[in-house]
């Protein structure tokens, strides 16, 4: 099994920044695609950004140029940098990890998700 935890979500004007983080522990043999997706109330969950092993990234294109992902393949862990955040930026942000365990199976694993709201 693969446990992903993740924390750096809160409240924030809009304008303003934050710093998610994803740490994945478990089995856990190579990590490959690690990324982030989120969803709003009413609506159905939707990719926001991705980062392969390779550091190769895809953003939604509501988010490109204001939001980074990077990852600490060291640890483990993907993160997030949120900034210029807008009202409609606020959801449940899930953290994805996908990669194989030491046997060699396949998995796909989610966070609890983490709340972002932006406001004033």
């Known amino acids: 099994q693969v446990q992903l935890v993740e924390s750096g979500g809160g409240l924030v004007q809009p304008g303003g920044s934050l710093r998610l983080s994803c740490a994945a522990s478990g089995n856990i043999f190579s990590m490959h695609t690690m990324g982030w997706y989120r969803q709003a109330p009413g609506k159905q969950r939707e990719l926001v950004a991705t980062i392969t092993s390779g550091l190769t990234t895809n953003y939604a294109d509501s988010v490109k140029g204001r939001f980074t992902v990077s990852r600490d393949n060291a640890k483990n862990t993907v993160y997030l940098q949120m900034n210029s955040l807008k009202p409609e930026d606020t959801a449940l942000y899930y953290c994805?990890?996908?990669?194989?365990?030491?046997?060699?199976?396949?998995?796909?694993?989610w966070g609890q998700g983490t709340q972002v709201t932006v406001s004033s």
């Open positions: 994805n990890a996908e990669g194989l365990g030491y046997l060699r199976a396949r998995f796909s694993a």
